[in-house]
């Protein structure tokens, strides 16, 4: 939820991820609120947070998320799976800003779309161990059923730019495999990473599953979802001309920044580096 304080109206808004899957979410979120400000934070040098324990990823991503607040954002998108899973409730209460996670607007837009009651989810090996879509899931709509498979190369796919082909579309179907003898008529993409490669994972579900079966991904929810509690609060900058995104990385790879424009969709022209500092 977003707290109402207009005097914050001209303050940025903070997105913070483990990498560069999160590129996806602010992507969707530089469409929607196309007036607003927007901080980046991928935290590149501690990546992949999909493999970590829960404890360090509450970790990394309450000290990420206060560099945020120290450069002055009005709220932060936890535009990571892992990180929402894990850590979502440690920075909301920890940080006196309104945070949102990726993992409840996808869910509730699932949940209302499933004719079956039938709901997919792919994600990393930390978010289905989590249980947090399953959870979230039943909340929302009591008595779902929901079928996960974790699809780790999914991300190095990603990454690399492999998008379609015969290797994408190998690994897709083992790893979609699991859901051909359900019900499933809807899946979410549990990972940042993944609404890159949905045209093989929608080619590939046509061929192991006999009903359709619509996808989701968490970037389009979670920035719909944003937009409405701004406004509700008042907290929408209005029209103007112009506008800064600027992009903080822990870490600058080789080879970083076409990587990091396919997942946003268009031209960067910098990247600040950054060091966040250890708490407690």
Same mark, same amino acid.
């Given at each position: 939820?977003?707290?109402d @304080?207009?005097?914050n109206i001209?303050?940025p808004i903070?997105v913070?991820?483990?990498g560069v899957?999160?590129?996806t979410?602010m992507r969707?979120v ?5 007036y607003?400000?927007i901080?980046y934070?991928g ?8 493999n970590?324990g829960p404890?360090? =990823? ?5 000290n990420a $998320?206060?560099?945020? =607040?120290?450069?002055?954002v009005?709220a932060?998108?936890?535009?990571? @799976?892992t990180a929402s899973?894990?850590a979502l ?12 996670g =990726?993992?409840?607007?996808v869910?509730r ?10 709901i997919?989810?792919?994600g ?5 161990r989590s ?10 709509r009591?008595?779902?059923t =929901?079928?996960?498979?974790a699809c ?11 998008l ?6 190998q690994?897709?179907r083992?790893?979609?495999?699991s859901l051909a003898?359900t019900d499933?008529?809807t899946?979410?993409l549990g990972?940042?990473h ?16 006999s009903?359709p ?5 968490s970037a389009t929810?979670?920035?719909r979802?944003?937009?409405?509690g ?5 907290l929408?900058?209005?029209e103007?001309s ?6 903080l990385? $822990?870490d ?5 920044k076409? $990587?990091a ?7 960067i022209s910098?990247f600040?580096?950054? @060091? ?5």
């Open positions: 939820m977003l707290a @304080n207009a005097s001209d303050l903070g913070f991820d483990s899957g999160g590129l979410v969707a530089t469409e929607l609120l196309p607003e400000d901080i934070l935290d590149t040098a501690r990546v992949p947070y999909g970590r404890e360090t =990823v509450r970790r990394y991503a309450l $998320t206060k560099l945020l =607040v120290d450069r002055g009005k932060i998108v936890i535009a990571c @799976n899973a894990f409730k440690a920075v909301r209460a920890r940080l006196d800003v309104p945070v949102l =990726v993992i409840e607007p869910a837009t699932a949940a209302a779309a499933s004719e079956a009651g039938a997919g989810v792919i990393t090996r930390g978010t289905v249980g947090c879509y399953p959870k979230a899931l039943e909340a929302l009591p008595g779902v =929901v079928h996960q498979t780790p190369l999914f991300v190095p796919l990603a990454e690399e730019g492999w379609t082909g015969d290797v994408p579309r690994v897709a083992e790893y979609l495999r003898d499933v008529d899946l979410i990972c940042t993944y609404p890159i490669l949905r045209q093989t994972i929608a080619e590939v579900l046509q061929e192991v599953i009903q079966v619509t996808l989701y991904d929810s979670t920035a979802d944003l937009r409405e701004l406004s509700q609060h008042d929408l900058r209005p103007r112009g506008r800064e995104l600027r992009f990385l $822990t600058v790879p080789d080879g970083f076409p $990587t424009e396919r997942f946003f969709g268009s031209h910098e600040e580096h950054v @060091n966040i500092p250890v708490g407690d």
